[in-house]
């Protein structure tokens, strides 16, 4: 087996690091309140929270928020629950929240990657 990237692996790699970063969080509303979570997986069609234990088949309306981003509110389905995490479901409506998500995405991949760069130097050797 080949061990090639592709730049699909590179892309996925980047943006686990960025949800592994927690710079991307969730607030979600329930039937009984509001929680905070940190969002452990992310994509235009769900997310995988990680914080207090949700109920399957519940729905919710999750709202995410990354450093310096509006937030995006979806609807969702809770779809598997264990233990701390649970697999949310969006509901779109329209294509402006998977839109908003994306671009959450690469805002927070972009200031992981300035974060990791080494700073220029300000002086000529």
């Given at each position: ?7 699909l692996?590179?892309r996925r790699?980047?943006?686990r ?7 991307i969080r969730?607030?979600?509303?329930t039937r ?12 235009p069609?769900?997310a995988l929270l990680?914080?207090p234990?949700?109920r399957v088949h519940?729905l ?5 928020r990354a450093?310096g981003?509006?937030?995006?509110r979806?609807?969702g389905?809770?779809a598997?629950?264990?233990?701390s995490?649970?697999?949310?479901g969006f509901?779109?409506r329209d294509?402006d929240a998977?839109?908003?998500?994306q ?7 972009e200031?992981q990657?300035?974060?990791?760069r080494p700073?220029?130097?300000?002086h000529?050797?």
């Amino acid at each position: 087996m080949s061990s090639k990237q592709t730049p699909l692996d590179e892309r996925r790699r980047a943006v686990r690091r960025v949800l592994a970063s927690h710079q991307i969080r969730a607030i979600v509303r329930t039937r009984t309140g509001l929680s905070e979570y940190a969002v452990a997986n992310l994509g235009p069609g769900g997310a995988l929270l990680v914080g207090p234990p949700l109920r399957v088949h519940a729905l919710v309306e999750v709202v995410l928020r990354a450093p310096g981003g509006e937030p995006v509110r979806v609807l969702g389905r809770v779809a598997h629950a264990r233990g701390s995490e649970a697999g949310v479901g969006f509901l779109h409506r329209d294509d402006d929240a998977e839109d908003r998500i994306q671009a959450m995405l690469l805002e927070a991949l972009e200031r992981q990657r300035a974060q990791e760069r080494p700073p220029a130097s300000t002086h000529a050797e």
